[in-house]
T-cell receptor
Framework: EAQVTQNPRYLITVTGKKLTVTCSQN?????MSWYRQDPGLGLRQIYY???????DKGDVPEGYKVSRKEKRNFPLILESPSPNQTSLYFC????????????FGPGTRLLVL | AQSVSQHNHHVILSEAASLELGCNYS??????LFWYVQYPGQHLQLLLK??????LVKGIKGFEAEFIKSKFSFNLRKPSVQWSDTAEYFC??????????????FGTGTQLKVEL
């Protein structure tokens, strides 16, 4: 089944404790991206990647890192999480550019205490 | 940079009522426009998209949207809503300036509740 998977789905952590949220797609998509969804703010793009080893900042990259060593994986790294990073995070992928249909993962709900 | 505004944050309708959700974008050049929907407990999915050509775009489940360039708008419509249309709806845009075409910018979303 074609899909985007994210792990973990739910995570509670404490300020400053490094964490990684994984994202994987099995559709051989080139474009991958991360969004955070907050009430009243909609979805905001954190980082995106046009292909392996090509990443770029979205609208809210501060406090996040990403890497794209393999085409199928695009992990989101929070080196030192803070409470303002408490949010619902979505990974998405598309065949090429974002003009192509985006396929979204199920979301990861993160609480930083 | 492009931006998207959705002025209706919460909409409540009765079944069979007509729906129109507003979406305005801020970029003056060539844009690509999208509506995505998030049904309760489900992944975000594409409803419809506009690239060029006929400004009236038809999508899945009876939805349509009209691109009006002079008004910088891409409003979503459905003649008769059903209870199953209860969801959150997001308008999104990509723009053709350097780097802009690689970023997908979403609006703040409209929560639609359809009552029986």
């Amino acid at each position: 089944e074609a899909q985007v998977t994210q792990n973990p789905r739910y995570l509670i952590t404490v300020t400053g404790k490094k964490l990684t949220v994984t994202c994987s797609q099995n559709m051989n998509h080139e474009y991958m991206s991360w969004y955070r969804q907050d009430p009243g703010l909609g979805l905001r793009q954190i980082y995106y990647s046009m292909n392996v080893e090509v990443t770029d900042k979205g609208d809210v990259p501060e406090g996040y890192k990403v890497s794209r060593k393999e085409k199928r994986n695009f992990p989101l790294i929070l080196e030192s999480p803070s409470p303002n990073q408490t949010s619902l995070y979505f990974c998405a992928s598309s065949l090429g550019r974002p003009q192509e249909t985006q396929y979204f993962g199920p979301g990861t709900r993160l609480l930083v205490l | 940079a492009q931006s998207v505004s959705q002025h209706n944050h919460h909409v409540i309708l009765s079944e069979a009522a007509s729906l129109e959700l507003g979406c305005n974008y801020s970029y003056g050049g060539t844009v690509n426009l999208f509506w995505y929907v998030q049904y309760p407990g489900q992944h975000l999915q594409l409803l419809l998209k506009y690239f060029s050509g006929d400004p009236l775009v038809k999508g899945i489940k009876g939805f349509e949207a009209e691109f009006i360039k002079s008004k910088f708008s891409f409003n979503l419509r459905k003649p008769s809503v059903q209870w199953s249309d209860t969801a959150e709806y997001f308008c999104a845009v990509t723009a053709d300036f350097t780097g802009g075409g690689n970023k997908l910018t979403f609006g703040t979303g409209t929560q639609l509740k359809v009552e029986l």
